[in-house]
């Protein structure tokens, strides 16, 4: 069975440009997750969505960061206009009506 | 809100030997899951282990056992016989059970694991 996909894994663009990030979860897996990984730091949660229903986004920074999980399956996050503190590990995740967390590979993001 | 803390940010161990990590946690409620995950260089977050705080008996998977002491909220880890494999960076992390509304991870902030051969 395959795990999370996550592309990119690496993105690298200048300040002010767009990004967007791709995930498609473990097939039958209706719970995604967004999570920000800061260096050295643990992952935080971004946004979690129940099917296409985005649960919990109250730590998503809404004036540049969006998601979108159209079909209930994949999702994309996207940072309109990026800026240099948002070099980060972008890690997607999914599980089964919310038990464990499977993660993907990540996309390591770099501004310039 | 739950916080997670790993005071231990860096240790090494000589391979074949065994290692504990400590995480101590802070929350009001009774029912919750905790969890270890080894992220090596790849940055692919792996679940190594996984303890239900209802259940007083210690999650064990092989090398991998966990000391769960729910009134001093505490969760180790422990790795026997240790293998380079297993250098990486280790999270413990807490959650909310399914349907209580908050099913996020909270994770501390790591633990670099270095097996030296």
């Known amino acids: 069975e395959a795990g999370v996909v996550q592309s990119p894994r690496y993105k690298i663009i200048e300040k002010k440009q767009p990004v967007a990030f791709w995930c498609n979860p473990i097939?039958?897996?209706?719970?995604l997750y967004w999570y920000l990984q800061n260096l050295g730091q643990g992952p935080e949660l971004l946004i979690r969505y129940e099917n296409e229903e985005a649960v919990d986004d109250s730590q998503l920074p809404k004036d540049r960061f969006s998601a979108e999980r159209l079909k209930g399956v994949d999702s994309t996050l996207k940072i309109q206009p990026a800026e240099l503190g948002d070099s980060a590990v972008y890690l997607c995740?999914?599980?089964?009506?919310?038990?464990?967390?499977?993660f993907g590979p990540g996309t390591r993001l770099t501004v310039t | 809100a739950q916080t997670v803390t790993q005071s231990q940010p860096e240790m090494s161990v000589q391979e074949a030997e065994t290692v504990t990590l400590s995480c101590t946690y802070d929350t009001s409620e009774n029912n919750y899951y905790l969890f270890w995950y080894k992220q090596p260089p790849s940055r692919q977050m792996i679940l190594v282990i996984r303890?239900?705080?209802?259940?007083?008996q210690n999650a064990t998977e092989n090398r991998f056992s966990v000391n769960f002491q729910k009134a001093a909220k505490s969760f180790s880890l422990k790795i026997s016989d240790s293998q380079l494999g297993d250098t990486a960076m280790y999270f413990c992390a807490f959650m909310n059970p399914p349907n209580f509304g908050n099913e996020k991870l909270t994770f501390g902030t790591g633990t670099r694991l270095t097996i030296i051969p």
């Open positions: 303890q239900e705080a209802y259940k007083q």
């Open positions: 097939s039958g897996h209706n719970t």
């Open positions: 995740a999914s599980s089964l009506a919310g038990n464990e967390q499977y």
